[in-house]
């Protein structure tokens, strides 16, 4: 199967029936299929807690995601991707929404620009695999009016790849809004893009699992090429190989919002001065000494998330006990600590042992964590999470192989 099947992404009883829809509107060239279809089929739609919808995948990796998060789609949209961006609306804007889906957080950013009354430019290059899926953003009623605009750019697109046939959405697009829309997998999109250009990147594939692909190590030194210096790649996942991707392609990285689940995404800008708030600790020891901050690498953007998956399994295993700590009982944030649980204090030393460290109180392990004393959530241009996790890692190295000095 090629990729392109495999990540069509939605759940297969509504692409089929969207697929028809819009095979029947270019034979019949009828309007009706398109204007009664959210009402004919309105069980596939998932309605989420701010009343806007969402749609299910179909099965991957043998897990089902919905699009978005039944907190609320477009609630999601403006907290995760809007609220964290440091436009200046004095100036042109440009956004790069990858996996544009339904199109809502492109639609966000176009509500945020109109909003602020701003006389300068705003471009948004979207980027969705699935047509199928494009296609559904035509069918949802719009969580918002700006929407509707994005509904406009969609169809254009859909147009001219002869995908949809008919113009219906009748809105226009501003003069000083350009919508592209590309489809097809982003990280072939990433390649043909300028450098230096986005001020935002909007980055919302399915988790990690589903497609590692969207979050390795070299699609980020591609978001490290083409973003401005004082851009923000905004994501809603705090996952530890995800993070250790972004410090390894160059960037500085931050607690993002949380909003609808426990923990807060992450933000990453070449710039440490646009990002406010730093890790959890926790989250930097992690990333920094375990196995857990081994990312995932696709050297040729262009491997099936099976590989890219086994492939980091099995960096894992060898990094585990030679280069990293394990990650098994969380084992490196007990450094630094005393235990009382004895049985878990000898699973956490056994795997310390492996690395040269004596105990989680021995001087061994006080100095990987040193930079830790200065943790301050507030983060700064030299006080900040890429630095500590840079640091500790130089730190793990030094102690593993017996060249470090205490003094
Ligand atoms: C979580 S949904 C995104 C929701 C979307 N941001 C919105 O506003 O509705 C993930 C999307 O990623 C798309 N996708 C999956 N693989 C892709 C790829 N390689 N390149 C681009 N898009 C992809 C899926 O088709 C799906 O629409």
Redesign the pocket.
């Known amino acids: 199967m090629s990729y392109e099947d495999s990540?069509r992404?939605i759940n297969d009883d509504i692409f089929d029936l969207v697929n028809s829809c819009f095979d029947e509107e270019k034979s019949s060239r009828n309007i009706e299929g398109r204007l009664n279809f959210f009402n004919t089929y309105n069980d596939y739609f998932v309605l989420t807690d701010d009343g806007s919808y969402s749609i299910n995948s179909k099965e991957i990796n043998h897990k089902i995601e919905t699009?978005?998060t039944s907190t609320g789609a477009i609630s999601e949209?403006f907290e995760k991707f809007i609220k964290p961006m440091k436009f200046d609306y004095d100036s042109d804007i440009a956004v790069l929404d990858?996996?544009?889906?339904?199109?809502?957080?492109s639609s966000a950013a176009i509500s945020d620009f109109i909003e602020h009354g701003s006389d300068s430019n705003l471009k948004i290059d979207m980027?969705?695999?699935?047509p199928a899926?494009l296609a559904c953003g035509l069918l949802v009623p719009s969580p918002i009016k700006e929407h509707d605009i994005t509904k406009k750019a969609i169809e254009n697109e859909l147009i001219a790849q002869d995908y949809a046939t008919l113009s219906m959405e009748k809105c226009q697009i501003p003069e000083n809004i350009e919508i592209n829309v590309y489809i097809e997998?982003?990280?072939q999109t990433v390649q043909k893009l300028n450098d230096n250009t986005y001020d935002a990147i909007f980055l919302?594939?399915?988790s990690q699992n589903m497609?590692p692909?969207?979050f390795s190590l070299e699609f980020f030194k591609e978001f490290k090429r083409v973003i401005k210096e004082d851009g923000i790649v905004a994501t809603y996942t705090s996952s530890a190989p995800i993070r250790a991707a972004f410090i390894e392609a160059g960037f500085y990285i931050g607690q993002g919002p949380i909003f609808g689940r426990k923990q807060g995404g992450t933000l990453a800008s070449p710039n440490p001065l646009m990002l406010d708030t730093s890790l959890p600790k926790n989250d930097e020891i992690r990333i920094a000494l375990s196995d857990v901050g081994i990312p995932f690498r696709d050297p040729n953007l262009n491997n099936s998330s099976e590989y890219i998956l086994e492939k980091r399994t099995e960096e894992r295993h060898s990094a585990r006990h030679n280069t990293k700590i394990s990650s098994a009982v969380k084992t490196p944030i007990f450094l630094g600590n005393e235990m009382d649980d004895e049985k878990l204090k000898r699973r956490v030393e056994r795997n310390l042992a492996k690395m040269n460290i004596p105990s989680t109180t021995s001087p061994e392990a006080f100095y990987i964590i040193e930079c830790e004393e200065n943790y301050s959530k507030k983060q700064d241009s030299e006080n900040n999470s890429r630095n500590r996790i840079l640091d500790m890692e130089k730190r793990l190295k030094k102690v593993k192989s017996g060249n470090y000095d205490f003094t």
């Open positions: 990540a992404i699009l978005h949209s990858i996996c544009a889906g339904l199109g809502y957080n980027v969705e695999i699935s899926t997998d982003a990280r919302d594939p399915f497609a692909e969207l």
